[in-house]
């Protein structure tokens, strides 16, 4: 066969006989492997070791390999065909092609990448790089972390808007830091933000950490009330538009929801807030006392009386008594109360002159007082003397649109306190306390948080950090479920009655049916 059609060519050729010896080599194949006709062929190429010309003859198709060594070191991409003549193979031809200066880009394009990745992941802030329109096109594990609710969410091809709210005419200009609010799946935040436009009009570089968030709280006001529960907004409402007015306020709700928080910020709306702010918690003083410690005594009322002692009643004098647990109010001292509520009168224990007081008087509870009245624990009158103003604190579970605004405010509140780094949780993390339903409300997530902000390592508080009480929940849950079950039978599934009997509301009784799965 006449092979000279090759010799001009700058892609190596090699025809290999049957017996592995070179029939014809072209000008560059000689150049580029040092061969001549005749010789053999073994040891030419890295791919010698495992030889496809068996293959390629039996098979009767080619092979290709895009980068292989030639025994010069010279980086090639390699074809072995077929040589047929007529119906018979005569041997197979190699064409070579060199290609160092590819092998050598691509290589280097994956040192870049590796730089390029390295130096993001190793910026403390999350950094997003979009293309001209603001998709995502990169960005680093920061951002991530930061920006997507589980693992395997991605940002790539999303656009900036999307994910943080913020279009690129607003962004910053370049090279300003500016503080602007992001969405997060952690909430509303607020984050130092700098755009770096990236030349030839190839996109931007936006890079962000989120800071300090005293802006956050629901309102200027002292004392921080957090909520973005519309049920809760409304609260706040009408707390703003009685606050001021000298109404009593009665506050219901479960362990934990922000019974005494409530209370406070109340006075502190009040035109009272620079005068006294005084609890009394009616559940944690033993009865004997707590006369004593709401209106005190004179010397001489009982032993140890040893000399006259206001009480808590007149201490808050122009400011603002608040009644804790009212509920544990014991029946004995009922009356005195409601004279206390209804005349802003008293007499100290051992004496009796009675004495003013100008006080605000809020109560709180987490008892139902309707079933108090009925079994005859709790005061109608008082009741309704109380409550003129009735404000039902949601539990946490109801309102869980909460929980991440208010882990941001306790991740900075013990991040202070305990001097770290943490800054926010990761998205499975937040997933997590989504997931929860808190039996504890409010108080139980901020020890779950604090417990967290203090075992997490960086800034990121992860699922490793939370520790969920499930057991005891899903205990609780099950006890709840059978005292539900053995009521609901003894009154023949007489919803109302059952409600009564469980001194829990109608709503109540129907949203904890559908929970434990008996509705
Ligand atoms: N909306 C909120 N924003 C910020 N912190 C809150 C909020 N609600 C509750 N907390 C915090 O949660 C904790 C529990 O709140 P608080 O003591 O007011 O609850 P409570 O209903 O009075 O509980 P208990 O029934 O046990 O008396 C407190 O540390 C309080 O500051
Ligand atoms: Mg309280």
Not at 7 to 22: A, H, R, T, W
Not at 391 to 407: A, F, Q
Not at 417 to 434: E, N, Q, R, T
């Amino acid at each position: 066969m006449d092979f000279s059609i090759f010799d001009e060519l700058l892609d190596g050729v090699l025809v290999i006989g049957l017996d592995y010896k070179i029939v014809y080599s072209n000008d560059s194949a000689k150049k580029l492997l040092g061969v001549k006709e005749n010789d053999f062929c073994k040891g030419l190429f890295s791919i010698c070791g495992s030889c496809p010309l068996k293959l390629v003859l039996e098979e009767r198709e080619s092979v290709q390999v895009y980068d292989i060594k030639t025994n010069t070191d010279v980086h090639a991409c390699w074809s072995m065909s077929p040589l047929l003549n007529g119906d018979t193979c005569e041997g197979v031809v190699e064409v070579f092609k060199d290609v160092s200066n590819v092998v050598s880009c691509i290589l280097e394009s994956q040192r870049q990448k590796t730089y390029k990745e390295t130096i993001l992941n190793s910026i403390v802030e999350a950094m997003l790089v979009l293309d001209e329109k603001g998709n995502i096109v990169e960005h680093n594990n920061i951002a991530k972390k930061m920006l997507c609710r589980t693992q395997e969410e991605s940002l790539v091809g999303r656009h900036v808007k999307e994910l943080v709210n913020l279009s690129l005419e607003e962004l910053p200009p370049e090279g300003e830091r500016a503080d602007i609010y992001i969405e997060t799946p952690c909430g509303r935040q607020k984050a130092s933000t700098l755009v770096s436009p990236m030349q030839l009009g190839f996109g931007y570089v936006v890079s962000f950490y989120v800071i300090q968030q005293d802006q956050m709280s629901f309102c200027d006001k002292p004392d921080y009330v957090f909520t973005k529960s519309p049920t809760f907004q409304k609260i706040l409402d009408l707390v703003n538009s009685c606050a001021e007015h000298n109404v009593n306020v009665l506050i219901e709700g479960e362990t934990g929801t922000g019974k005494s928080l409530l209370a406070k910020y109340i006075h502190l709306l009040s035109p009272r807030r620079d005068a006294p702010f005084v609890k009394v918690n009616c559940a944690a003083i033993p009865e004997s006392l707590l006369e004593a410690e709401l209106f005190g005594y004179v010397k001489g009322a009982f032993t140890g009386a040893t000399k006259d002692k206001p009480g808590k009643a007149e201490i808050a004098d122009g400011g603002t008594l608040f009644l804790d647990e009212i509920g544990d109010m014991p029946l004995s001292l009922q009356a005195k109360i409601l004279h206390l509520v209804e005349e802003k009168e008293f007499e100290r224990l051992g004496s009796n002159t009675s004495r003013k007081t100008n006080i605000r008087i809020t109560a709180s509870t987490n008892k139902d007082l309707k079933e108090a009245m009925r079994q005859g624990r709790f005061r109608e009158d008082l009741y309704y003397r109380l409550n003129v103003v009735n404000i039902r604190i949601p539990p946490l579970r109801e309102r869980k649109e909460d929980i991440p605004l208010l882990v941001n405010f306790f991740i900075e509140k013990y991040a202070k306190l305990y001097s770290k780094k943490v800054k926010f949780v990761s998205g499975d993390a937040m997933k997590m306390l989504l997931s929860y339903d808190f039996p504890g409300n409010v108080r139980e997530l901020e020890h779950i948080v604090e417990k967290a902000v203090i075992t997490s390592k960086g800034s990121v508080v992860g699922v490793e950090d939370i520790s969920l009480d499930f057991q005891n929940h899903n205990y609780q849950q099950k006890e709840e479920k059978e005292n539900i079950k053995a009521i609901l039978e003894k009154v023949n599934y007489n919803k109302s009655l059952a409600a009564k009997m469980l001194g829990i509301h109608r709503t109540t009784l129907w949203r904890k049916l559908k929970e434990l799965g008996l509705s």
